[in-house]
């Protein structure tokens, strides 16, 4: 009885002696807690794609134009 206690803690100390250093490298590696308990980013369908400050599109033939043009340098339609 004796001899299955002792040979379950030299187990138990040897997992400790192992897992422990390597738990301390991967959270070093890995960037820390954050990347450890890191949630996923949530998906959301709703949202609408924004157009960059300063662009638009033409009205007729969606291509990009710039904020201060008032003609459309693709289709030649006015941007007023």
Same mark, same amino acid.
């Given at each position: 009885?004796?001899?299955?206690?002792? %040979?379950?803690?030299?187990?138990?100390?040897? %997992?400790?002696?192992?897992?422990?250093? $390597? $738990?301390?490298?991967? $959270?070093?590696?890995?960037?820390?807690?954050?990347? $450890?308990?890191? /949630?996923?980013? !949530? =998906?959301?369908? =709703?949202?609408?794609?924004? !157009?960059?400050?300063?662009?638009?599109?033409?009205? /007729?033939?969606?291509?990009?134009? !710039?904020?201060?043009?008032?003609?459309?340098? =693709?289709?030649?339609?006015? %941007?007023?």
């Amino acid at each position: 009885m004796m001899m299955g206690a002792g %040979l379950f803690f030299m187990v138990v100390i040897g %997992l400790i002696v192992i897992a422990v250093p $390597l $738990l301390i490298v991967a $959270l070093i590696a890995g960037g820390g807690q954050k990347a $450890l308990f890191k /949630t996923p980013p !949530e =998906s959301n369908d =709703s949202q609408t794609f924004q !157009e960059p400050a300063g662009k638009r599109k033409c009205p /007729t033939c969606g291509r990009a134009v !710039e904020m201060g043009w008032n003609v459309c340098p =693709s289709c030649g339609q006015a %941007l007023t």
